[in-house]
Each structure stands twice: as structure tokens, then as C-alpha cells.
């Protein structure tokens, strides 16, 4: 990469000049000291080696809220607060790595991927990326993706992201390099996970040299862990597996070495648990949860300010916010599905008999109740909530514990990213019989700046059971606008609804996206309005087409609605119909399609594994297929690669925006 490279050039464009008069990159990156320290050779930090360390963690800290701090501004988000934390252990490795190269594996491996602005610096510092790249962090098509990604960023050497799944990684890494020690990054969340469990238990057992200097703030994103999980310390936790552990003041940098020294004389895996507050030293930030997100540019400029950096003030004052640039047909306002569910659970419970609530609803957080709208739940009804740590399977294990009873449910919510993690306690749940409603929200891949790692692909891993269940259903429901999700809700969160059963496994998918309301043909009446009733199992037609249907859902459905509207208006009937209910067969519908002329599923779930993987066999089992009819063309359009970055740009990049469907359509129809 080089800052006149057509990337670069691209990038630049996107801000239509607003940079022209502005140094774009306000900081000298060759001030940086590239210091080397010996530790196993230098008892304490001299004056100088001090100075130097201070200078280096000043800098970096800088940069890291500049760059940072220009995803708030651009509306990618981002996270500053755990890579701000963990500089000072940052520094002083890549001092020992620089003085002891014959020693270590000289990688910062790091299982709080979101702290990656730490990864994109090393890489600017290291001359991998030019440093003006750094202000496009998380923009779609920078390469600066919202967590490391191995091979698309120069000078980032691996992936990361989902939390407690960088461990077990590192022993391998440790086990294949026996005679050097391999550093991990590490935080109080990511020990919550429990593969780190066994990941422990293993580098103990083979006396693995593995040493793990872990970022202990007492913040996650819904409140503090000794609040909400007392009991839990992260330093007795790695004892108890028997690691050698040392507490250290992490913003003390003298004893921070000491601590760190001490671990490296220690044969065998050992922690050092650094104990700081959270973004220490950034107003009005310090010590809460809004540091794990991006630092706003209103707490970003005063910190910048009193650090002397006018020109990153003035570059985090320009107007860079992102936009869609297209102007949907046949839809209304947007808003979030995923704020909808969580609202529209509270409704519901508070129809409830208070005493029936408490004794039949138990609903549990894994750390991302404001993300799911679950803390609304939370805070309506505090006595049925269970606000627990990053524990996904044992949280949606106690789920289905607790709705093994007949009259009770268990109520779950996550990413969908994280479904993946569940599939086997998702098993044990439908063999037990439990009833529990889940809601993944972050589902497929729109507005995921936080990229592949965090896509919510595989949701239909979720109906891992046998076709013949005695009755229990696992049922996947995946609405396609706020007032859809409602509805959804409405008919699915209750046990029971005018006599039918809601009994079994319930998953209810959102986008992190705002969707839009869908409209009727008049362009006016909202397509789900007061009149409209959910029914599980059932299809829906938006449009009706004469030249065959495009089948969708979630936020492709209104890109496809756009796209059918496009179509029509050049004289291509083509119809639309949404699949709400995503693993039934609405057969009266099926037969309807499989007698068109063409069938193009929509999705933003993968390709390997998403609606489309099943769709073109279920029309060779229609009735019309089997009785040797002519069947419809089928193709389909799903997430087939790796994330571009960015937010809106995931659909373009994966190829299911209304120009892309336009286009397939016509191939289908031979009319390109």
C-alpha cells in the first residue's frame, strides 16, 4: 500500500474534496522509538528506557483516538477503548521482541479482535500500510476491516475476533515454535468464554510457553463483571487451572515491566492481569462502557486538544459521515427490527399475570442486551432478568434448563454470528424438550463493519434436528421490517396463542441495519400494517409476477422490492414474495413458483448454507415436479465471500443489491 496507489485514490474520493486543505494524517510515525529491551537481562527500566517507553505509549495512544475516533465521525463505528488500554504491554514487547528476536514469536496475538486499531497501527508503524490509510479505519474497501483478518491487511499475521476462540489457536502456535514463547493479548470478557477453559487446562498440561497479558477493566458492554458476576476473577479463574499469575498496575509502567519480566522467568504458561480503568485518561470516558465503541468525536476533541493535535481536530471536524447513495422504491421510514423484538417482548410480558411472568419467563443476556433491545426487558422487569457475562452456551444452556418445564420458557439473545457456537446445546435443548425463544439479531451481513468474523451466516444451523420430532418444533422466522418483527413476536413469544402452541425452539432473526417499511403498489399503505396477522409457515406474496418470482427476506427483501419495481417499470413482470418463516415449506406457494417461469432466491444468509441451499430441492419434491411437469429456471444470490468492510457496501459487495438482482433476472430471462 502507498498513499498514491489507485486504493488509496479510490478511498480519497469518497470525501469529494473535503480533505483537500487539510494534513490528512496529523501525526510523525517516525517519532516512534524503536527501542529494544532486553528482559531477560534487564532487571528494572532505566530513565531513559522509561522516557522512551512514555513517549511511545503517548503516540500511540494519540493515533489510536484520531483513527478511531474518524470511524465515529464516519459513521463505521469502531472500538478505541481496549486497544487505547493496552498499549503500555503493547510497547513494551515490541521492545523485547526487537531485542530478543531469537525468543519469541513476534506477533501481538490478540482474542479481543475488536481491539484491532492496535493491529493497524503495528502495521503503519512496521511501514506495511502507509499511516493515511488509517483514517479510513472500517470503511468499505479500505481493507481495515472492524477485526483482523489474515490476508487482507499487509502486517496483520492472523484472524481474530469472536471472544475465547484465540487460545486454543495460540497453543498450537506455541506447541509448533517449542523453543520460543508466544505472547497473547487477552481481557476479563474473553476469559468469561469457556474454551478458554480447556484452552488453559491444555497449556498447563504440556507446559506450553504461552504467556497472556490480559486487560482487566471491570467493564464489559452492559455494566461492570464484578456487579453483575461476582465471584468471577480472572486471576483466580487461571490459578485454578494452575498458571503462574501476577497482578500489575497497568497504567504504572515500571511496575508493568516488573510484572512482565517476572512471567517471562516462569517455564511454562503464566499471566500477567493488568488492572486499569477503562480509556484512563480520556473525559468523560474513563471507566464506562463507552470505550469499548469508538470515542466519540465530542470526547475525542477535547482529548486531542489537550494533547496539542489541532489537525486531527480539525480532520475529525469534516464532513466524512457514509451513506446508502441509493434511493429505495416501494419503502417508507427505516428503522431497527433488532430495537423492535426486545420492545415488543416487553408488550407482551406486560400483558402477563405478574406472578405467572416471574414463574414461567426467565430471559438471560450474554453482554449484549443494548445491542438486542434486551435491556429493556431488563429494565421493565428486572425480576425475571438474568444479566450474565460472555458466556453463550452455558447462558443458552440454563435457557433451555429452565424451559424444560411444559408452562415455562427460557428467552436467549445474541449476535447470530454466535449461533455457531450453540449448535450443540441447541441439539441438547430439542432433545430435552425446551422451550425457549431466542433472538440473534446482527444477522447476515448489512451494515457489518465488523466483517466476516462477525457475519450471522449459518442461521439455519439452528434446525439441526430429524425431520420426524414427535411433535416439537424448532421453528426460524426472519421478518423483513420493524412492523413484520412485531407481528412475529406477537405470534410467536407466547407458549400459547388463540389455541395454537408456540411450544418447542423459536429463533427470531434481525440486522444490525435499519430496514425500511415496506409498502403496497399504491406506494402509500404500509405493506404490514394494523390489518396484517402473522402466521408461522406461511409465504407471502409482495408482488405479483407473470414472468416468474424473486424469493427473499430480512433487508434483501426491500433491495428485491426495489429491484422488482425496476424491472416492472421496463416491461419484466416479475413478482415478489417474502419467506418470513424460513425452514417450512408452504407448499401452496412452492407450487405457484415451480409453475413460473423463473425462481431467484434473494438472501443475505450464506450461499453454502442459507435458504437457496435447500430452495431448488424442495421445488423438485412439488407436486408438479413429481408428476413430471415442467419446472421453473432456479438460481440464487447469497453471501459468497469474505466482507468487504464498511456498512451499507456489504450488500454491493456480496451482490444482492437491486442493480445486481435486476441483472440476474434478465440472464435468467435471456434479456441481458
Known amino acids: 500500500m502507498t498513499t498514491d496507489s489507485t486504493h488509496y485514490s479510490a478511498l480519497r474520493e469518497s470525501l469529494h474534496g473535503a480533505d483537500d486543505e487539510l494534513n490528512v494524517f496529523p501525526f510523525d510515525l517516525s517519532s516512534y522509538r524503536k527501542i529494544s529491551i532486553d528482559p531477560f537481562s534487564t532487571e528494572a527500566l532505566s530513565e531513559s528506557q522509561l522516557s522512551d517507553v512514555k513517549h511511545n505509549i503517548d503516540l500511540c495512544r494519540d493515533v489510536i483516538v484520531f483513527f478511531t475516533s474518524c470511524g465515529s465521525a464516519s459513521g463505521y463505528g469502531g472500538h478505541t477503548g481496549g486497544a ?24 501481538f496475538y490478540d ?52 471472544l475465547g476462540h484465540m487460545w486454543g489457536t495460540v497453543n498450537g502456535i506455541a506447541m509448533a515454535n517449542p523453543d520460543k514463547i508466544v505472547l497473547m493479548l487477552g481481557s476479563d470478557g474473553s476469559e468469561m468464554e469457556g474454551n478458554n477453559a480447556e484452552a488453559a487446562r491444555l497449556a498447563v498440561a504440556r507446559g506450553l510457553n504461552v504467556k497472556l497479558v490480559l486487560d482487566d477493566n471491570d467493564i464489559t458492554i452492559t455494566g461492570h463483571p464484578a456487579e453483575y458476576l461476582p465471584g468471577f476473577s480472572v486471576e483466580k479463574t487461571l490459578e485454578g487451572h494452575g498458571l503462574k499469575t501476577r497482578n500489575a498496575k497497568g497504567e504504572d509502567v515500571a511496575d508493568l515491566y516488573a510484572a512482565c519480566r517476572a512471567m517471562l522467568q516462569v517455564d511454562g504458561p503464566a499471566a500477567v492481569v493488568c488492572k486499569r480503568s477503562m480509556a484512563p485518561g480520556i473525559d468523560g470516558v474513563e471507566g464506562t462502557s463507552q470505550g469499548h465503541d469508538a470515542v466519540a468525536v465530542k470526547s475525542a476533541v477535547p482529548y486531542l486538544e489537550s494533547k496539542g493535535r489541532k489537525d486531527a481536530v480539525k480532520y475529525l471536524e469534516l464532513p466524512t459521515k457514509t451513506k446508502d447513495p441509493k434511493t429505495y422504491e416501494g419503502v417508507g421510514a427505516y428503522d431497527a427490527m433488532r430495537k423492535t423484538v426486545g420492545q415488543t417482548v416487553v ?11 416471574k414463574e414461567t419467563v426467565m430471559v438471560i443476556d450474554s453482554d449484549l442486551g443494548g445491542s438486542t433491545n434486551f435491556n429493556k426487558i431488563q429494565a421493565a422487569y428486572p425480576e425475571i432478568y438474568v444479566q450474565s457475562g460472555v458466556m453463550e452456551r452455558g447462558n443458552f444452556a440454563a435457557a433451555a434448563g429452565f424451559g424444560m418445564h411444559p408452562s415455562k ?15 450443540s446445546e441447541i441439539t ?59 407481528a412475529v413476536v406477537k405470534r410467536t413469544f407466547p407458549l400459547e396463542v388463540d389455541g395454537a402452541s408456540n411450544k418447542g425452539m423459536r429463533f427470531v432473526f434481525t440486522t444490525r441495519s435499519k430496514t425500511p417499511l415496506l409498502l403496497k403498489d399504491d406506494g402509500e399503505t404500509e405493506l404490514y400494517g394494523d ?121 454491493y459487495h456480496q451482490g444482492y443489491d437491486s442493480e445486481s438482482v435486476q441483472g440476474r433476472v434478465k440472464s435468467m430471462l435471456g434479456k441481458e
Open 111 to 162: 482474542e479481543a479482535g475488536h481491539r484491532v486499531a492496535t493491529q493497524y497501527l503495528m502495521s503503519a508503524l512496521d511501514g506495511y500500510i502507509a499511516p493515511e490509510f488509517l483514517r479510513f479505519y472500517r470503511k468499505g474497501g479500505s481493507k481495515l476491516p472492524g477485526h483482523p483478518e489474515l490476508g487482507l491487511t499487509p502486517g496483520v499475521q492472523f484472524s481474530s475476533g469472536r
Open 347 to 357: 408488550d407482551v410480558l406486560g400483558q402477563m399475570d405478574a406472578a405467572k411472568r
Open 409 to 423: 420458557q427460557g428467552v436467549f439473545s445474541t449476535f447470530a454470528a454466535f449461533l455457531e457456537m450453540c449448535c
Open 84 to 107: 487505547y488500554d493496552t498499549v503500555p504491554e503493547v510497547v513494551l514487547f515490541d521492545a523485547f521482541f526487537r531485542a530478543r528476536p531469537d525468543k519469541f514469536v513476534p506477533v
Open 531 to 651: 390489518d396484517y396477522n402473522f402466521v408461522p409457515g406461511k409465504d407471502e406474496i409482495v408482488r405479483e409476477g407473470t414472468a416468474g418470482y424473486i424469493v427473499s427476506f430480512g433487508d434483501a427483501l426491500y433491495r428485491c422490492l426495489d429491484a422488482v419495481t425496476a424491472l416492472k417499470s421496463q416491461g419484466i413482470d416479475v413478482g415478489l414474495i417474502n419467506k418470513p418463516t424460513l425452514n417450512v415449506v408452504d407448499t401452496d406457494i412452492m407450487e405457484k413458483i415451480a409453475a413460473s417461469p423463473l425462481c431467484l432466491v434473494v438472501e443475505c444468509l450464506g450461499h453454502k448454507t442459507g435458504l437457496g441451499s435447500k430452495f431448488g430441492s424442495w421445488l423438485l419434491e412439488t407436486d408438479r415436479a413429481q408428476k413430471g411437469g415442467d419446472v421453473c429456471k432456479f438460481s440464487r444470490i447469497a453471501t459468497h465471500k469474505e466482507g468487504g468492510g464498511g456498512l451499507w457496501e456489504q450488500a
Open 428 to 486: 441438547m435443548a430439542r432433545l430435552n424438550r425446551s422451550n425457549v425463544f431466542c433472538h440473534f439479531s446482527h444477522s447476515g451481513v448489512d451494515d457489518m463493519a465488523d466483517n466476516t468474523c462477525h457475519f450471522g451466516l449459518n442461521n439455519l444451523f439452528a434446525d439441526n434436528g430429524v425431520e420426524e420430532e414427535g411433535g416439537y418444533k424448532t421453528m426460524l422466522y426472519f421478518p423483513a421490517d420493524v412492523r413484520q418483527a412485531a
